[in-house]
Each structure stands twice: as C-alpha cells, then as structure tokens.
C-alpha cells in the first residue's frame, strides 16, 4: 500500500477543497476521476477512498462499486453518501431538513473520536433508510446525516467541507490517519525533490523543451526542469505583443539573465496584431489569438527540432475544467508530454515557487488572460488603442503598488471601452477585486487614489474622456473580466 488517499472527484469544487485541506496537513492525496475502474484503485494502492461529493441534493452515479466492497476504507462527502447508502442495499428517500444551519451530534466511533457535536450549513440532507448492518453515526433533528458499517471501514456523511471548518478538517483527519493509517509525510520540499528526480528519470540523457509566458505556471515548471535538466532545458518565450507595459522584455531577461535558463524569444507582436485587424467580437478575438499562438509554437518546434520530452504546465485545476484546457495552446511532437504541476492547485503552485525562492514580481504577479490585452478592450484592438490601456494600466497599478495594496487584492487591472458617439474617445474602467468566501468583491479603495489615478490619466492621456470604477461583484458565472 502507497501512504495517500485517493480522492474520487465528483464535484470540482468539494474535490479542490478536500485535497488542498488534506495536503496542508501533510497528509498525501490525489485527486481522480469518479468513475475510475478497481483495477486503477489497484494498481495505485491507495490506503483509502473518499468521493468528494457537492451538496445540490442530486445523487450522482458511475462509481464502480466494487470498490464499495470494504477492501479500502471509503469516505463519502456530501451528496456521495446517498449514493454510498443507495450502492450497499440502502434507500433514500425524500428530502429531510430545510437548507440552514442546524447543529450536528454525532456518535463516539473512529471517524468522529474527539467529536462531539457542531453547528454546520446543512443544503441537500435526505432521509435515508440503512441496512441492517450500518449504524448512524450523526444526526441533526433526529434525521440521519452520518452513518457507518458496524464492521467495514465504510462512512457516509451528508455535508462537504466548508471555509475554515475545523469540524470537518476533524473528520477528514481522523478518516486518514485513524481509520486508514496515513501518515503526514507530503510538503512542498518533497514535492520539489521527488519532481526532480522523476523528470530526471523521464527525460534520462536526453532534451526537454518548455514555454514560459510570465504566468506563475509556467515559470514554476520551468524552474523545477531546469534544476532538473540544466541546459538540457529548451524554453521558449512567445512575446505577443498583448503584454503589459514592458513585460515580455522583463520576463525574457528574468529566465535568462537571471535565472540562466536558456530563453528562445520569437517577437510576434507584430504578427499578432495584423491577424487581429478588424476584430471586435470577444469569442472571435480569443479564437485568432488561440489559433496564432499555436501556428507560431509550431513553426518554433518545427525550427528547433525534436526533444526528448515537452514539459507542459498542467495544472489539477486545468485537469478538472476538462476539454476547454486540453485544447489550449502549446508545444506540439514527437517527444514524451510532461506535466509535473498536474496534481496542484494555484495557492500550492505559489508555495513551491515560494520554497523554489522565486521573486516576489513573479509570485505576486497580478492575474492575466491567456488572450492578453486584447480582452480588456472592447472592440477592435489597434496599436493605438493597446498603448492607450497600457499606459493607464501602468498608472493605476503604479498607484496601487505604491499605496502598499496590491498584495492584499486578489487582482485589480484596467478596462479599455470607446465612449458611445465619439470614435477616437475612450473609457477607461479600473476594476480591484477582494476575495469573500464564495465570491470576490470590489475593493474598498481609498477615495484619494482613486481620484489621484483620474487625474492623472486624464492628464496623460487626451484620447480619455471617462475614467470610472467597476463596483461589480465577481462570481463563477460573472468573471472578473468584461468579456
């Protein structure tokens, strides 16, 4: 048996928030496929399963259940439970409790030792009918929303893991070190050190080659091989002119001068700009972008030649959005496909970059598209138009930075509109975003700064007539961004 735990995903959010709870603690885990057959339990020897369930009150299916036989240790989170309940001769039946806080008592047993009752969001709680040889574990009304195998290692519980909740951090804990007997071994050193090894390995005596593109992502990736291969490592910087002020010439110099990493730059501003003439609808622009970006990556591969290995910088939340990241750009041959960061989550990736002693330009960078500057102008995206929101970018990060803010923003950027009846005017929009629980909120920035920043494009720049601030909340069906 391997020390870790296997988490079967179904749903995205409860699997992320499981894992990144478990591997804060040390404790190794893997996030998986919920349909994942025996055979592929077997050949990763896992000390134990949980199936990381959402909680919308809707049974999921396609386990294999197999693995429901008490051979692993199972936990079921959330709405799994009702279908751990249904898969070993149970029933469930109607819903039972109105969505709210309700408080939790649960029985002495090794998932809930040190457990003795909480309070807990309760959405999507169903009555459920036991078979004879499971036991209720915790119940909240009298209504069942824990519940185990008298004999097997087999658990259900009707609630997921919530922000900052020690109760369930408990139960996570005691499911992996008491009942299936890990050990808290992972941390970010291991991590590095054990990628290292297993690119060493993969790539042997051969060559690797990789893109950066000032993302955190990619330059995490690119470290790591390069402490791996050395000059072995080709990396590959596509500047395409939709940069930040100055930025792709500060991450080429960055990698090479002061990394040593052996940079290939292929300018394409130019090129970028002339597929995007015209442009104005957002889907249309980020296909161009898309599509440019892979016929000048593989006209680099096919201008570098073959490699042993293509590093990609995969991560498990790209893993989790499915076919949209599988058919982004990137490096396309003949040479084995690498994906060291596939198992890490954004905040896990910045701690090894922070153990990896990357700089805090790069660690702190503020969010970027993949499609540039050109989705934060709406319409067309001419030269003139790019300088215009660069410029007033540069102040407003500027002032931002200099007022001691910018770390405590999950991002702020600037947002280019024509102004309505006049063609060579323009809007300048300052988005700042805080992160709440759920959602991000706008910033509560100092009134001077703002006013200051107004000033001061308006100052600068004649072509702006408006500068306005987006007090907009962002949530995951309204992004961030404008477009």
């Not at 809930?112 to 036991?130: A, F, I, N, Q």
């Not at 540069?394 to 405590?408: H, M, P, T």
């Amino acid at each position: 048996m391997r020390d870790m735990v296997l988490i079967l995903n179904f749903d995205n959010a409860g699997s992320r928030a499981v894992a990144r709870a478990l591997r804060a603690e040390m404790v190794y885990c893997k996030v998986v496929p919920p349909d994942i057959a025996r055979e592929q339990v077997e050949s990763q020897q896992p000390m134990g399963l949980i199936l990381a369930g959402g909680i919308s009150g809707s049974i999921p299916s396609g386990i294999d259940e197999r693995l429901l036989s008490g051979e692993w240790p199972v936990l079921a989170l959330g709405d799994t439970a009702a279908m751990l309940c249904q898969g070993i001769g149970g029933s469930v039946l109607e819903t039972a409790l109105d969505s709210g806080i309700g408080a939790v008592s649960f029985i002495p047993g090794p998932l809930t030792e040190e457990m003795d009752s909480c309070e807990r969001m309760l959405r999507g709680v169903r009555r459920l009918r036991l078979p004879e040889s499971f036991q209720v574990l915790a119940q909240s009304q009298d209504e069942v929303v824990g519940f185990a195998h008298a004999s097997l290692p087999l658990y259900g519980i009707q609630f997921s893991l919530e922000p900052n909740d020690t109760d369930g951090m408990r139960l996570l804990l005691n499911f992996a070190l008491r009942v299936c007997g890990c050990t808290r071994w992972w941390n970010f050193d291991i991590y590095i050190d054990r990628t290292v090894s297993e690119l060493q390995r993969l790539v042997g005596d051969g060559q690797a080659i990789c893109t950066v593109t000032g993302g955190l992502n990619s330059g995490v990736a690119a470290v790591l091989a390069h402490r791996a291969l050395g000059s072995r490592l080709q990396c590959v910087f596509i500047d395409t002119g939709l940069m930040r002020e100055n930025e792709g010439q500060q991450v080429h110099d960055y990698y090479r001068d002061r990394l040593g990493l052996n940079v290939y730059h292929v300018p394409a501003g130019n090129r970028f700009l002339k597929a995007l003439e015209g442009v104005s609808d957002p889907a249309e622009k980020r296909r161009v972008i898309h599509e440019t970006l892979q016929t000048v990556l593989d006209e680099t591969m096919a201008q570098l030649g073959n490699f042993t290995a293509i590093l990609r910088s995969t991560t498990a939340n790209d893993l989790m959005q499915g076919a949209d990241a599988a058919h982004r750009p990137g490096l396309r041959g003949s040479g084995l496909t690498v994906e060291p960061l596939r198992e890490l989550y954004k905040d896990e990736i910045r701690g090894v970059a922070e153990r990896l002693e990357m700089p805090d330009e790069l660690l702190h960078r503020t969010s970027f598209p993949g499609s540039g500057l050109a989705r934060r102008i709406l319409g067309a995206v001419p030269p003139a138009r790019l300088e215009t929101l660069r410029a007033a970018g540069n102040i407003f990060n500027g002032e931002v930075r200099d007022a001691g803010l910018d770390k405590r923003m999950r991002q702020h950027f600037v947002v280019l509109a024509p102004m309505p009846g006049e063609h060579n005017r323009a809007v300048v929009i300052l988005r700042a975003l805080q992160s709440g629980d759920d959602a991000a909120f706008a910033a509560r920035m100092p009134y001077d700064l703002l006013e200051r920043v107004t000033q001061r494009i308006l100052a600068e720049r004649a072509e702006v007539c408006r500068v306005v601030y987006d007090l907009s909340p962002s949530t995951r069906s309204n992004g961030a961004e404008w477009q």
